[in-house]
């Protein structure tokens, strides 16, 4: 379980990055550590991407269906317009928001805030995604979540996609992901032909 930092040993701000598939629990440890930061009389504030409406548009909802009140934005850089007076800065489904969100993150650590990202750290096809990879490179903190593939019990660090698209971004639940381990995602990419025109 992730502890926060002993402040007076780190008294400038740090990224934290929550990362894994589909399934694994990355929005419910984000919205774990935002209460934690609630309870200890920190001020915190909670973001996600204004295409993510799965659950609910004003709010980052958990597949357990927890939930917290948050701000939709489209690009990252609109984050600076609502952390003045903020400690704690919560950012779900981070892999939707564009390549500038790595150097967002690390201004307002440098500003003292504390940045908790949760998002997916690969894509449908198994390959890094959108800004997690940098974000990871620069975290000071990073958890690695992982679902339990349902096929074979393992850990399931892969997202396996039912629907019939190759489009990286496509937004779904049980309905189109389950969550696999490495030999059952391999296993199922190589009877969808759609997917290796991609790989």
């Known amino acids: 379980m992730f502890l926060e930092s002993n402040v007076k040993l780190q008294p400038a701000g740090w990224i934290e990055v929550v990362c894994g598939s589909m399934f694994s629990g990355k929005t419910e440890e984000l919205l774990r550590r935002l209460r ?18 799965r ?6 909802v958990s597949h ?10 489209t690009h990252s850089g609109d984050l600076l317009k609502y952390v003045g007076g903020v400690e704690v800065i919560g950012i779900d ?61 393992n850990l399931a660090s892969h997202s396996y996609r039912f629907a019939e698209s190759d489009e990286t971004i496509l937004l779904g639940a049980l309905d189109a992901y389950e969550p696999r381990c490495r030999k059952c995602f391999s296993l199922g990419n190589k009877l969808k032909p759609f997917r290796r025109k991609k790989a």
């Open 36 to 53: 934690r930061a609630w309870y200890a009389r920190q001020h915190y504030i909670l973001f996600k991407p204004e295409k993510d409406k």
């Open 55 to 60: 659950y609910a548009l004003k709010e980052v």
């Open 64 to 73: 357990d269906e927890n939930a917290m009140e948050c701000i939709t934005i």
């Open 93 to 153: 489904e981070a892999q939707f928001f564009d390549m500038g969100l790595p150097d967002v993150c690390q201004e307002l650590a440098v500003a003292g805030k504390r940045v908790v990202v949760a998002g997916l750290d690969m894509d449908f096809l198994g390959r890094p995604f959108g800004p997690i990879p940098d974000l990871l490179a620069m975290a000071e903190y990073v958890t690695k979540v992982h679902a339990i593939c349902p096929h074979c019990g």
